[in-house]
């Protein structure tokens, strides 16, 4: 039996990354990492004293890299099939990667691709394929496809049984229950199978949390709001503003229990009791955790929506002249630390807010020019290719966003403080701890053309979310607009135009000497 270990890790992370519609809420969309490219597939470098021994059952795993580097949370398990990454090949003296002895012909696969292939299989055909050789053991008893199995046949919610492969059986035959952890399988090496324990189980480091240069205020008036952050489109941690909110006096775990009792809440693509995902969000240790994220919370649970009220600051929010049939605009948002909402643009171009109840976040977010290292857009901004999970754009990006001429803005936001995001710009939120938010995105008079412009792209259906009519969403927006409050369009129009007229005249003296009616040049 092993106890506490030290790792040594030397790593170069192989950078993975998984696509997802971009501009939809809807973090835990379950999608397809696509294939690496050769220049992603560095290989970990690593020196890390043998954890893999038949019979041993989950033994903890403790410490820092060698070198400072990596930290693994404290309660940290080795890799219930002991698998290693592919680095430590070179340093066993068998130099056999049982990885590739037991796939036979299949070994010229590549992880990814041998995966995918298994995530077309049944449960019960990954049960008797994982009895082929160790090998395909360890593949068909990788946790996210009995992830993906369980949110595919359980859309009213699972009750997590201590894996996701445990969960899937018990809840196909509650009579079955595997207590075992699993054999684990001596000389397995896939940087690929590592890389996603290695995430799930790594703690932040320090240095990702410490910049913080975000502005802080506290009391100002929605005037200066205004002027300083919302018209220039800048981000700000706002203090103090939620001090009347009952719901950060009540909202313990407890409390929300009670309250939201056997009302079901979205997680991802299934549907469950807030109580179930406690239970699942305690016990789960995944690189990417499921999180609830759900937009009628306050409809299922009206006292929920009484708790709280909307800040002064954001107490315009033009959206609602389309009464029942305006997008999604309020989330409650409740996960476990590592959970989080990889880097994206809010939907429709709105601003947003986000309310820290319980626990705290550290946000990273880019201003709508700037693409975060990492993150790939697609042209037309429908789908963004980025890290399969959060902490691991911090390993594999981070570090460079600093020698950046535009560096992030960034800031750890604690229960009682809220952070405004403004329009278009991209943002990344992982939690530090158990967490729970409210978040609503809005459209104010400072917003309201730049809105209508975006719900008028030509791939609006694509582009438009939290609406099950994209499309119209323009057409009905406008006229609403225009039929409660009268002339506001001209307004804005005019007022836009007029600021455009300044900004040439600024840039125009800005070049020339105004006083002789001459270019200026500086050599
Ligand atoms: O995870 C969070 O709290 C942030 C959510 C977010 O980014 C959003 O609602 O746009």
Redesign the pocket.
């Given at each position: 039996m092993l106890s506490s270990r030290n790792l040594l890790l030397k790593t170069k992370i192989s950078k993975r990354k998984q696509s997802r519609r971009a501009l939809s809420?809807k973090?835990n969309l379950i999608t397809k990492k696509p294939k690496l490219g050769p220049g992603n597939q560095e290989s970990i470098l690593a020196a890390i004293p043998h954890l893999s021994r038949e019979d041993e059952e989950c033994e903890e795993v403790e410490g820092e890299g060698e070198d400072g580097n990596f930290s693994l949370k404290g309660s940290a398990r080795s890799h219930s099939h002991g698998v290693q990454p592919l680095g430590n090949l070179y340093f066993s003296t068998s130099s056999i990667n049982s990885r590739n002895t037991g796939l036979g012909n299949l070994q010229i696969l590549t992880d990814e691709l041998f995966l995918d292939i298994l995530g077309l299989l049944s449960g019960p055909q990954l049960g008797v394929l994982s009895t082929v050789s160790k090998s395909f053991y360890v593949f068909c008893n990788h946790e996210p496809l009995w992830r993906n199995l369980v949110l595919d046949t359980c859309q009213n919610g699972f009750l997590f049984n201590g894996s996701w492969k445990n969960t899937f059986v018990c809840a196909h035959n509650s009579s079955f229950n595997i207590i075992s952890s699993g054999i684990k399988v001596r000389d397995f090496y896939s940087d690929y199978l590592f890389q996603s324990w290695l995430c799930a189980n790594l703690e932040m480091k320090p240095e990702w949390l410490e910049r913080d240069n975000i502005v802080r205020k506290k009391g100002i008036s929605v005037e200066e709001f205004v002027l300083k952050f919302e018209e220039p489109n800048k981000p700000v941690l706002l203090e103090g503003c939620l001090d009347k909110w009952p719901a950060v006096k009540k909202w313990d775990r407890e409390y929300l229990v009670e309250v939201c009792g056997d009302a079901q809440f979205s997680v991802g693509p299934v549907h469950m009791k807030l109580e179930d995902y406690f239970r699942y969000s305690d016990r789960v240790r995944e690189e990417r955790p499921l999180?609830l994220f759900d937009p009628k919370f306050a409809e299922k649970v009206p006292k929920l929506g009484m708790d709280y009220e909307v800040p002064n600051y954001f107490a315009e929010d033009l959206f609602s002249v389309l009464g029942n049939e305006r997008p999604d605009y309020r989330?409650i948002?409740i996960g476990p630390a590592g959970s989080?909402?990889s880097f994206?643009i809010?939907p429709n171009s709105t601003s947003?807010w986000?309310a820290v109840i319980r626990g705290s976040?550290k946000w990273v977010l880019f201003p709508p020019d700037v693409v975060p290292p990492g993150v790939h857009p697609s042209p037309d901004g429908a789908e963004v290719a980025c890290p399969v999970s959060i902490i691991e754009w911090f390993m594999n990006f981070y570090n460079d966003t600093k020698s950046w001429k535009k560096r992030p803005v960034e800031c750890v936001c604690k229960a009682g403080e809220v952070i405004f995001?403004p329009h278009g710009w991209w943002?990344l939120?992982i939690n530090l701890e158990d967490s729970v938010?409210i978040?609503q995105n809005f459209v104010s008079r400072r917003n309201l053309l730049n809105v209508l412009d975006f719900l008028k792209r030509p791939n609006a259906s694509t582009l438009v979310s939290g609406t099950r009519d994209r499309v119209n969403l323009h057409d009905k927006f406008k006229s609403a607009i225009e039929a409660s409050l009268p002339g506001t369009l001209d307004e804005l129009k005019l007022k836009e135009e007029e600021k455009k007229k300044n900004q040439k005249v600024s840039f125009w003296e800005s070049v020339t000497d105004s006083k002789v009616g001459a270019f200026k040049f500086s050599f």
């Open positions: 809420k973090p999180y989330w948002i989080g909402s994206h809010d947003a986000n976040k995001v943002h939120v938010a978040t």
